[in-house]
């Protein structure tokens, strides 16, 4: 089979030939799942390697599913026609492209590999990986996706770990200092980890369709796809690096059924508010581990989408010290709940963030010393709604009954110690409010994951 390779998302330049097997002819489906890094999981990786001032290096795998565990099963195939002979067919040793288990045998030869290696899984995420010295001193870690390899570690790491796994597989490329990895430009300097995605959004386009007087008129099939595709594009890039159009792109993604040439045009301005701005994240050296916090804001638009009927709810979570900060999470998300008030809404958004900042905390702290369990970091979180504090630091029941095992299970984090406080910050504060509202003037959440720094001490 050929296909256009891409040399960057939506750019495609050039043609790879891969030889696929008809695997949709099989009678038997094998378990088929395998991980790749989580996108959140990715951000951990590059706040980690970048306050430890780890050196990255890019592996990608030449012929994957070719260098994956052996088959244990018996799938026998035609031969192309260029060895193809009478009576002859061929037994497959190895999961060629096209069985639905390829990727899966891939990543149990690489997860093989990496255990004999002294590498170990952290929890949360089967795509990473955390080496340490006899000291239990953090060292390296290793990110996987599909045949790509991130590796980020000490001299002593990429000597032990990074060299040996190029005797173990074959690499088409090996790249340091700067290189591309799941469609993000990633460069390395003394300051930090840079992560850009600048020649991807100069490729979005507006576009141009006929009979776009009448406001109110569907879009048509073509121009349905062009809608589909261009929010789609909006998605990766608000994902990636810029959570400044997270709250458009998810009020774009729910029109895709049902657009109108105004949606379209609204579209339009969302690419172009795309390409004005730069898309870049950069992490940096925060402190060492006992110096190290999560700080997540949390924000909610009370029925906002879903004509006036569904709210949202907007959180984002740094590695922080309190001043610089690196970015590990950011979402904007439609409450799946009809909320009766807005401090429903902001008392769930509360909750969201809570429960990822746990996470983030206990992830950091495993990272760190590579022992499993429920130790973590300090977490702060932020929100902007007075009521919600309130009620977390009160006896006083809420009316909404279905409310009150939310706000219990806020209190019984800060009875734990996985939440050392709940804070108020004002609206001008809260970095999380361009999470939730359309046409926000509020840079400040751009411009701290684009320097690494908060606008004010939290």
């Given at each position: 089979?050929?296909?256009k390779?891409?040399?960057?998302?939506?750019?495609?330049?050039?043609?790879?030939?891969?030889?696929?097997?008809?695997?949709f002819?099989?009678?038997?489906?094998?378990?088929?799942?395998?991980p790749?890094?989580?996108?959140?999981?990715?951000?951990?990786?590059?706040?980690?390697?970048?306050?430890e001032?780890?050196?990255?290096?890019n592996?990608d795998?030449?012929?994957?599913?070719?260098?994956g565990?052996?088959?244990?099963?018996?799938?026998?195939?035609e031969?192309?026609?260029?060895?193809?002979?009478?009576?002859?067919?061929?037994?497959?040793?190895?999961?060629?492209?096209?069985?639905?288990?390829g990727?899966?045998?891939l990543?149990?030869?690489?997860?093989?590999?990496?255990?004999?290696?002294?590498?170990?899984?952290?929890?949360?995420?089967?795509?990473?990986?955390?080496?340490?010295?006899?000291?239990?001193?953090?060292?390296?870690?290793?990110c996987?996706?599909?045949?790509?390899?991130?590796?980020?570690?000490?001299?002593?790491?990429?000597?032990?770990?990074?060299?040996?796994?190029?005797?173990?597989?074959?690499?088409?490329?090996?790249?340091?200092?700067?290189f591309?990895?799941?469609?993000l430009?990633?460069?390395?300097?003394?300051?930090?980890?840079?992560?850009?995605?600048?020649?991807?959004?100069?490729?979005?386009?507006?576009?141009?369709?006929?009979?776009?007087?009448?406001?109110?008129?569907?879009?048509?099939?073509?121009?349905?796809?062009?809608?589909?595709?261009?929010?789609g594009?909006?998605?990766?890039?608000?994902?990636?690096?810029?959570?400044?159009l997270?709250?458009?792109?998810?009020?774009?993604s729910?029109?895709?059924?049902?657009?109108?040439?105004?949606?379209?045009?609204?579209?339009?301005?969302?690419?172009?508010?795309?390409?004005?701005?730069?898309?870049?994240?950069?992490?940096k050296?925060?402190g060492?581990?006992?110096?190290?916090?999560i700080?997540?804001m949390?924000d909610?638009?009370?029925k906002?989408?879903?004509?006036?009927?569904?709210?949202?709810?907007?959180?984002?979570?740094?590695?922080?010290?309190?001043?610089?900060?690196?970015?590990?999470?950011?979402?904007s998300?439609?409450?799946?709940?009809?909320c009766?008030?807005?401090?429903?809404?902001?008392t769930?958004?509360?909750?969201?963030?809570?429960?990822?900042a746990?996470?983030?905390?206990?992830?950091?702290?495993?990272?760190?010393?590579?022992?499993?369990s429920?130790?973590?970091?300090?977490?702060?979180?932020?929100?902007?709604?007075?009521?919600?504090?309130?009620?977390?630091?009160?006896?006083?029941?809420?009316?909404?009954?279905?409310?009150?095992?939310?706000?219990q299970?806020?209190?019984?984090?800060?009875?734990?110690?996985?939440?050392s406080?709940?804070?108020?910050?004002?609206?001008?504060?809260?970095l999380?409010?361009?999470?939730?509202?359309?046409?926000?003037?509020?840079?400040?959440?751009?411009?701290?994951?684009?320097?690494?720094?908060?606008?004010?001490?939290?």
């Amino acid at each position: 089979m050929c296909s256009k390779k891409e040399k960057q998302d939506g750019l495609k330049v050039n043609y790879k030939a891969r030889l696929v097997v008809k695997g949709f002819m099989e009678q038997e489906y094998p378990r088929s799942d395998s991980p790749t890094i989580a996108k959140e999981s990715l951000k951990t990786f590059f706040a980690v390697a970048a306050n430890e001032g780890f050196d990255i290096v890019n592996l990608d795998i030449r012929n994957g599913y070719l260098q994956g565990s052996d088959l244990k099963r018996e799938v026998l195939v035609e031969p192309p026609p260029e060895y193809k002979n009478d009576g002859m067919i061929w037994r497959l040793k190895k999961a060629a492209n096209g069985l639905y288990d390829g990727g899966r045998h891939l990543y149990l030869k690489i997860d093989e590999v990496l255990k004999e290696l002294g590498c170990k899984k952290v929890t949360g995420d089967d795509a990473m990986y955390t080496c340490h010295d006899e000291n239990g001193k953090l060292i390296g870690i290793v990110c996987l996706y599909v045949d790509d390899f991130n590796s980020a570690g000490t001299k002593e790491f990429h000597k032990n770990i990074t060299d040996l796994l190029q005797k173990k597989f074959t690499f088409g490329k090996k790249e340091e200092g700067s290189f591309r990895f799941t469609g993000l430009d990633i460069s390395h300097t003394d300051d930090g980890i840079i992560v850009k995605q600048n020649d991807y959004r100069d490729s979005l386009e507006e576009i141009t369709i006929e009979n776009n007087d009448d406001p109110n008129r569907e879009l048509n099939l073509k121009e349905y796809k062009q809608f589909r595709g261009t929010v789609g594009k909006l998605q990766w890039l608000s994902e990636g690096t810029r959570p400044d159009l997270a709250y458009d792109t998810l009020s774009m993604s729910m029109k895709t059924k049902h657009a109108t040439v105004a949606d379209m045009r609204k579209l339009n301005k969302i690419v172009k508010k795309a390409r004005e701005g730069n898309s870049i994240v950069k992490f940096k050296r925060i402190g060492k581990l006992e110096d190290i916090k999560i700080i997540a804001m949390s924000d909610a638009s009370f029925k906002s989408v879903d004509d006036k009927v569904r709210s949202v709810e907007g959180r984002v979570i740094f590695l922080s010290d309190g001043v610089n900060a690196s970015p590990l999470e950011w979402k904007s998300k439609k409450i799946p709940q009809v909320c009766e008030s807005t401090k429903t809404a902001e008392t769930r958004a509360a909750d969201k963030a809570t429960d990822d900042a746990i996470y983030f905390a206990r992830l950091i702290k495993e990272i760190y010393t590579g022992v499993k369990s429920l130790d973590q970091i300090p977490v702060i979180i932020y929100t902007d709604s007075k009521p919600t504090i309130e009620s977390i630091h009160s006896t006083r029941q809420v009316d909404r009954k279905t409310v009150r095992h939310v706000i219990q299970s806020m209190k019984d984090a800060l009875d734990r110690g996985e939440v050392s406080e709940f804070k108020y910050a004002n609206t001008k504060k809260m970095l999380a409010d361009v999470l939730t509202k359309d046409s926000v003037k509020n840079t400040e959440l751009h411009d701290t994951v684009k320097y690494g720094s908060l606008p004010r001490k939290y």
